[in-house]
């Protein structure tokens, strides 16, 4: 079956500009995050869905940060007037579960490959 | 203290040896843990849930030790696959919101 998949995988922008990154999660998922990782570090929790609904932005950097999930579906995290310090892998992750009192298992994270995001 | 700390390593240990590392968490209500792996590049892709009464793949064994809220992750007669970056992952769940929590990960590398 189809794993996560992110598009696109490289994007270079000016600064400034706005970006659009869409993530497609596995069919029947009905948790989704996003996360971002700088070179050589960490992963950065950005937002998660459940369903159509994010009950949790707290890791939205700022304003200019915004994402939406649409028929419980796809995704598409957008930057508006984007800064150089954007510039990051973001990756999408989903999941059978949001992990609340669900059985272990579901709640693993499969990951989309990751959009390499770039502001020049 | 951070909610999900591992060490950085990086764990350079030659072809055959034992390795282990831990991560410890400071929500002891976390329900679940796992262990994710991270090639350069790459996307994380899971490596093994930790369940309480720890468990073992192959030559990889991962255990939780509530009481220290710890869980470590011992891998057997190392390859040189399995240099990568081990990212520890803790769910609290409760409250509003579940949201998982990723550690910074353990960089390990392998020489012949």
């Known amino acids: 079956g189809a794993g996560v998949s992110q598009s696109p995988s490289n994007k270079v922008t000016e600064k400034g500009k706005d970006v659009e990154l869409r993530c497609d999660p596995i069919?029947?998922?009905?948790?989704l995050y996003w996360y971002r990782q700088s070179l050589g570090q960490g992963l950065e929790f950005l937002i998660y869905?459940?369903?159509?609904?994010?009950?949790?932005k707290s890791g939205l950097p700022s304003d200019r940060f915004s994402a939406e999930r649409t028929g419980g579906s796809v995704s598409t995290l957008t930057i508006q007037r984007t800064q150089q310090e954007d510039s990051a892998v973001y990756l999408c992750?989903?999941?059978?579960?949001?992990?609340?009192?669900?059985?272990?298992?579901?709640?693993?994270?499969?990951f989309g490959p990751g959009t390499r995001l770039t502001v020049l | 203290r951070k909610e999900v700390e591992q060490d950085p390593g990086p764990f350079n240990v030659p072809e055959g040896a034992t390795v282990a590392f831990n991560c410890t968490y400071s929500n002891s209500a976390s329900q679940s843990f796992f262990w994710y792996r991270q090639d350069c590049r790459k996307e994380p892709k899971l490596l093994m849930s930790?369940?309480?009464s720890g468990n073992e793949d192959g030559r990889f064994t991962a255990q939780l030790n509530r009481a220290s809220q710890y869980i470590s992750l011992l891998i057997r007669d190392s390859k040189l696959s399995d240099s990568a970056t081990y990212l520890c992952?803790?769910?609290?769940?409760?409250?509003?919101?579940?949201?998982?929590?990723f550690g910074s990960g353990t960089r390990l590398s392998i020489r012949p």
């Open positions: 930790v369940y309480s």
């Open positions: 069919s029947g998922h009905t948790a």
């Open positions: 869905f459940q369903g159509n609904s994010a009950p949790d």
């Open positions: 992952v803790v769910n609290p769940v409760g409250g509003s919101a579940s949201k998982i929590i």
């Open positions: 992750a989903s999941s059978l579960t949001g992990g609340r009192g669900a059985p272990l298992i579901s709640d693993t994270q499969y």
